[in-house]
């Protein structure tokens, strides 16, 4: 329950400390005095959107703190998975500084907006005069049934497979665009790559194929002129090898007699044995060249097949060729393997849809069962409030397509008087009827839900005399179990408190502030006797506030 509320530099309050008691607790005061601020501060450390705007003091921050006792409500699991500190009584605060930045924190551990939702949301309910309106959406509908039927397991894990079937879902539909583009392009690939395969390229042929191609065109004129240098080496009578010979042997004959001539010898014998062999590979490489027409057209269309992929690819290598050949296959592989990636996101899509068609039949099973119990008690609840003959139709559709919520539309319609037709609630129920249907509604949840506090903002708007006296009856009871806080302009809810808060405003330093006070015994028989009078209190309205108060 809520113990504490710490409020600085909020709105109209600059310093604001306010104790809270179990049972229920009103609050009074004139319009405008503040008591939507208190409501304000609560919701920032529920995890409210911040706003500078409400900064009092605009170059200081806003800080707000709630303590709460946990005791009794089985959090300790929460604070562990989340590896927060638990503590019995714990503290909520959120800070606005002046450039709009929100921090928030749990036992003083920082932690996100997210989080710190999460745990507000277990510990209180702020059910303001405006909410009233949501009775009209179809979300609030059906979270009061699911609230009724008490399956949150179920509900967690169908929330789970959806995702997890919306995630499979557009993995599924981005394979398929993939795959739909990839096909528009998969022929072309495949042309190209058997192109390049049936080529059988070698990387570095390209060069000994034009060498080849080469000397193959000018074999005539190479085998000619290699004769006519084989002949001058070695061929007829006159020829470079028999002089040399001659004055090989010549230089040899008096070599001995001088070093420098032995030298040049040597030198002689060694120029004669290399020039013979020249002569040997020269003749050889004649005999080796021959014209040959049919190896030079295999040469030259293989050659023209290499130029032809090089220009088409923009490329000038066949190293570079041989790459694209392989980009090519990796890319033909790609497209066999993305079959494969689609054929298992669409079982494993199947798998998913399956279980969740089975969990959102139980989950439809649940709102059918609990439907008729729903109508009941709260035909009850408007009955002990004046309205005998209201009643509330739950009526259920089943979707054809399943959403996030399972596959079920919930609307509520409502007859306020016997004999009338079902409606929808904006066109059956007035604003006083609609306040009585909503806290019946969060009567019933608020029993079966067992959260700490509830936090009432005038619901009690378009009521008044006996059923605001029933409407106050209602909140006492459900005090019973659980913290109740009620802002009220109707004495005969103010009565009902177990404790009274009083806000005000004060002026300081030519100033204007809201303030709050808890009320004693007599200062809640004038407040009292205020909201049964105008101006001054009477002596018959205090008389009739004591007489109140004691019932």
């Not at 179990?22 to 450390?45: D, F, M, Q, R, Y």
């Not at 009209?136 to 399956?151: E, I, K, P, T």
């Not at 009827?433 to 009432?456: D, G």
């Not at 809810?493 to 502030?513: C, M, P, R, W």
């Amino acid at each position: 329950m809520l113990q504490h509320l710490s409020i600085r530099n909020y709105a109209l309050i600059d310093k604001l400390e306010v104790d809270f008691s179990k049972g229920l607790t009103i609050i009074t005061g004139e319009t405008g005095a503040g008591k939507s601020i208190l409501l304000g501060a609560l919701g920032l450390v529920a995890g409210s959107r911040a706003d500078t705007q409400a900064l009092l003091d605009k170059n200081s921050k806003c800080i707000v703190e709630a303590s709460f006792i946990l005791k009794e409500y089985s959090l300790k699991d929460f604070f562990s998975a989340n590896e927060l500190d638990y503590e019995v009584i714990t503290t909520i605060r959120r800070e606005i500084n002046p450039e709009g930045k929100s921090r928030a924190f749990i036992n003083d551990t920082p932690v996100t907006l997210g989080l710190l939702k999460s745990l507000a949301e277990r510990l209180i309910d702020i059910h303001s005069q405006h909410e009233t309106l949501t009775l009209n959406g179809s979300q609030f509908q059906l979270s009061v049934v699911d609230a009724y039927a008490d399956h949150a397991v179920a509900l967690n894990e169908y929330a789970g497979s959806f995702k997890q079937f919306k995630g499979l879902e557009k993995t599924l539909n981005e394979l398929l665009l993939k795959e739909s583009q990839a096909k528009k392009e998969l022929d072309y690939f495949q042309f190209q790559f058997n192109e390049l395969e049936d080529a059988d390229l070698k990387s570095g042929e390209q060069a000994g194929i034009e060498q080849e191609l080469e000397t193959l065109n000018n074999a005539e004129e190479i085998k000619l002129n290699l004769s006519k240098a084989s002949s001058g080496l070695n061929g007829g009578e006159q020829n470079l090898l028999s002089s040399l010979s001659e004055i090989k042997i010549l230089i040899a004959s008096f070599a001995k007699y001088k070093p420098e001539i032995n030298e040049l010898s040597i030198r002689l014998n060694s120029s004669f044995i290399e020039l013979k062999d020249i002569s040997n590979e020269l003749e050889s490489l004649e005999q080796d060249i021959v014209y040959d027409p049919k190896r030079i057209e295999e040469l030259t269309i293989r050659l023209d097949t290499i130029y032809r992929l090089q220009q088409k690819h923009q490329v000038k290598e066949i190293d570079e060729l041989i790459v694209l050949k392989n980009e090519l296959s990796n890319k033909l592989l790609d497209f066999s393997s993305l079959e494969t990636e689609i054929e298992k996101t669409k079982n494993e899509l199947s798998s998913v849809q399956k279980s969740l068609i089975t969990l959102a039949k139980k989950i439809t099973a649940d709102r059918k069962r609990v439907i008729p119990k729903i109508e009941k008690e709260i035909a009850a609840l408007l009955s002990s409030l004046s309205m005998p003959h209201a009643q509330l139709k739950v009526e259920h559709i089943e979707t054809v397509v399943l959403n996030a919520d399972g596959a079920d539309k919930i609307n509520f319609l409502f007859s306020a008087n016997k004999g009338s037709d079902f409606k929808d609630l904006n066109k059956a129920a007035s604003g006083g009827e609609l306040s009585r249907l909503m806290l019946s509604i969060k009567s019933l949840i608020a029993q079966l839900s067992a959260l700490p506090t509830i936090i009432f903002d005038e619901i009690d708007t378009g009521v008044s005399g006996e059923i605001a006296d029933k409407v106050g009856n209602i909140m006492n009871l459900m005090s019973n179990s659980m913290q109740v806080i009620a802002i009220t302009h109707l004495p005969q809810i103010a009565v009902k408190g177990q404790s009274h808060l009083f806000v005000f405003k004060e002026e300081k330093n030519k100033k204007t502030y809201s303030a709050v006070k808890k009320l004693t015994e007599e200062e809640r028989v004038q407040e009292i006797a205020k909201m049964l009078s105008s101006g001054t209190p009477t002596a018959a309205a205090i008389s009739n506030a004591k007489e109140l108060l004691k019932n």
